[in-house]
């Protein structure tokens, strides 16, 4: 048995020794190299171009603008938001949306050629009064917008505005949460290269099917003349989840000119170019009865949007999740404004759904004087609290128990206790994320010298699928896991579900589980064995007492190789569902940290961390905790230090790089992050019992530490980032 065993990276070698190739790493002989121009205002249109004086720039092939690029082919109408990040494909007119936008694109025999000419590009702009999204109005998502399928922008059950009215007790608030990026280490990238009628592009992506897709309809071809390569991706977080106008801009870009090129956003395009966490505000009521019981749930939330889209950031999804409740009433709003459109970001929905809900309970537990820990007990959902639907797995009790007991909750002592200049607190919050299934295929090949391939065209933006889908089939097959090798990241390859909504553990692994039983099979087979009465263990195939080595039976029916093709369907051959339509299908937590406060210098640390998971069947402990960890580093970023700001008065990012973000580094986090996992298995998720990590690990971390600081100080932060000035004494 492999599955369940802490297996090292089996990728770690090729990326830690730079033998891995990322996108931006690949070289197609004749390329060249494209370097946005980007709007300098927010709003308005081009008027005209001059491209002469870039054109004189040694090195440089050619400067495009909107006049020169192609126009979409009415087969693009087709494709829908998501998997399009956005409708809008800049440099197909002149209007202009947002400070970054591309309005030109400079072509040069080197980067280095290409960026000058860049800064010699002279554009003329129509200004136009610009929309502050942070402060813009606060509307209906329209009702068009491709993101309406993601949730429910209102949801009701029962009168929870009357019930909330009459409660005998009240807690809440607003809850505010600032833009912020993703800054994956590696920025997005693609080059695309034709030959006649066929694209070739490799690409930065979460899922090279949808590029595949999205790009054979910008240019009316059939998808099988795409092909989209992705071997490395190097973190995605969601940025990269969709598909974004530069990558169908380079690709029309290298059409134009008929040569490959190769683009590479700069750090600050990243924050101009792809999406970001959006803005929110979220008003979270909670009502209760004298003994704690809630009685209402009441939460409102906005998000700041694009001119041209409408994003939703379905905050208020935990609140019809976590706790049960006789009353519900949820609605989400937009503001939109001129910027560009947000996107998924680690824990999307959820994460900033139980930062706002985490804080509200906590102020609940206090105003009833009760142990937060005790109040979440006494509205335990045994059942989904939106629709009464059975959980399809679900040991959040087991996780609570475990997490105080490492911890030392119940032990801990009460608000405001000093370690020299620090007040020290602790706080909870609740952990939840919504899972997804996709579809998918994968084909194992068993060699009879005892090795085997995976090949699916999955993508790995380092969370560790090259090694759970080896290390999978290395299960079934009776191998080791190293002598499985996984191929992916190709879409000529099997189709594999997409790298985001906690779902490719669901799909793919399922996948590669069937494939490679089919492969026992072929060996059962050959060795005249019923299928259903084997075993395969160390190279050999077992069956009541009598062995057979695989090499054996493989030479001795004159073949070399033997393939399994296996693949994971949902009902009615959907795209992607959310599981088991009878049961409600979740990952939980809880998270439990210490925090320090020094109020003279308003400086916040993290002491320790514990986190306790009911997440399904985890597939390697290893990675699943490394997964955990950098989710907490995630979640403490979130708390604690990241914004990107919106300068209202040139309508653009502020600090658009790494130089003026502050993120979490070494020196932020402490050695003692404590991570467990109950012991589940979810048969209704899929046939692994396993469900999605990456995003739940983020979620419930922010409100956890703003319950810290409240236990610290009794200063209740309603707002992120939890930085200096909010907690100096002076304040």
């Not at 002149?94 to 050629?113: S, W």
């Not at 824990?347 to 139980?354: K, Q, Y």
Request: net charge negative; glycine share 10%; with cysteine.
């Amino acid at each position: 048995m492999t599955i369940g065993e802490p297996i090292s990276r089996l990728d770690g070698p090729a990326k830690v020794t730079g033998a891995a190739r990322y996108a931006a790493d690949q070289y197609v002989a004749g390329q060249l190299y494209g370097v946005f121009v980007g709007s300098t205002v927010p709003a308005g249109a081009v008027e005209r171009i001059d491209v002469s004086d870039a054109l004189q720039e040694p090195g440089v092939f050619r400067v495009l603008t909107a006049a020169d690029m192609p126009r979409l082919h009415p087969d693009f109408d087709a494709v829908t938001v998501p998997p399009l990040a956005t409708r809008f494909v800049p440099m197909q007119g002149n209007e202009i949306h947002h400070t970054g936008q591309p309005v030109a694109m400079v072509l040069a025999q080197t980067l280095e050629a290409a960026e000058a000419a860049a800064e010699r590009v002279s554009v003329a702009y129509r200004r136009a009064p610009f929309v502050v999204p942070d402060t813009a109005s606060v509307e209906e998502p329209a009702p068009d917008s491709g993101y309406r399928l993601m949730g429910d922008v209102t949801f009701r059950k029962g009168d929870a505005v009357e019930e909330l009215a009459h409660a005998p007790v009240r807690a809440g608030g607003s809850y505010v949460q600032p833009s912020r990026h993703n800054n994956p280490m590696e920025p997005s990238a693609i080059l695309a290269a034709w030959a006649d009628d066929r694209l070739t592009v490799y690409d930065s992506v979460q899922h090279v099917y949808a590029v595949q897709s999205t790009l054979a309809a910008v240019f009316g071809l059939q998808p099988a003349h795409v092909r989209v390569i992705a071997p490395h991706t190097g973190g995605g977080f969601g940025a990269k989840a969709y598909i974004w106008p530069h990558e169908i801009l380079t690709a029309m870009a290298a059409k134009v000119c008929g040569r490959p090129v190769k683009l590479v956003l700069t750090r600050a395009e990243m924050y101009t170019v792809v999406g970001y966490q959006p803005r929110m505000v979220q008003e979270v009521r909670l009502g209760a009865d004298a003994a704690g019981h809630l009685t209402a749930v009441v939460h409102a939330a906005d998000n700041v949007t694009s001119m041209t889209d409408d994003y939703i950031e379905f905050g208020s999804a935990p609140s019809k999740a976590l706790y049960a409740t006789p009353t519900i009433a949820l609605d989400q709003r937009v503001r939109r404004g001129h910027v560009n459109i947000p996107t998924f970001m680690r824990s999307p929905i959820d994460g900033p759904g139980t930062w706002a809900l985490g804080s509200a309970m906590d102020e609940l537990a206090h105003a009833l004087g009760q142990d937060p820990l005790v109040l979440r007990l006494a509205n335990y959902a045994e059942t989904d609290p939106g629709d009464g639907r059975p959980w399809s797995s679900k040991k959040l009790r087991e996780a609570y128990e475990e997490g105080a007991r490492r911890f030392g909750w119940r032990e801990r002592p009460r608000g405001g206790t000093r370690d020299g200049d620090w007040l020290i607190g602790c706080g909870l919050a609740d952990c939840t994320q919504g899972q997804f299934r996709f579809p998918s295929q994968a084909r194992v090949r068993l060699k009879d010298d005892g090795t085997a391939l995976v090949e699916a065209g999955y993508v790995d933006i380092g969370a560790g699928s090259t090694t759970i889908f080896p290390q999978i089939a290395a299960d079934v097959l009776g191998l080791e896991p190293t002598a499985v090798t996984g191929v992916s990241g190709d879409s000529d390859l099997p189709f594999a579900g997409p790298t985001y909504g906690s779902g490719t553990t669901i799909g793919m692994g399922a996948a590669v589980q069937d494939a490679a039983r089919k492969v026992v099979a072929h060996l059962a087979e050959l060795a005249g064995w019923p299928a259903e009465g084997v075993q395969a263990r160390e190279g050999q195939l077992h069956h009541q007492g009598s062995s057979r080595a695989f090499g054996d039976l493989m030479r001795q029916a004159g073949t070399r190789e033997l393939v399994g093709e296996g693949a994971f369907a949902l009902p009615g051959n959907a795209f992607a569902d959310a599981g088991d339509a009878t049961y409600s299908t979740r990952t939980f937590g809880v998270m439990f940290v210490e925090v320090g406060v020094d109020p003279e210098l308003g400086l916040l640390r993290l002491r320790r961390a514990t986190g306790v998971y009911s997440a399904g069947r985890i597939i390697n402990p290893r990675t699943a905790r490394s997964q955990m960890i950098g989710g907490v580093v995630w979640g403490w970023g979130m708390a604690a230090m990241e914004a990107s700001r919106y300068e209202p008065v040139l309508g653009r990012w502020l600090s658009p790089d790494l130089a003026g973000v502050a993120l979490p580094v070494n020196a932020d986090i402490p050695p003692d992050i404590d991570i467990a996992f109950v012991d589940e298995f979810d048969k209704h998720a899929g046939p692994l019992g396993a469900k999605g990590i990456g995003e739940l690990s983020a979620t419930g971390v922010a409100a956890a530490v703003a319950n810290a600081v409240f236990d610290a100080t009794g200063r209740r932060i309603r707002e992120l980032p939890i930085t200096p000035e909010k907690l100096l004494e002076s304040h």
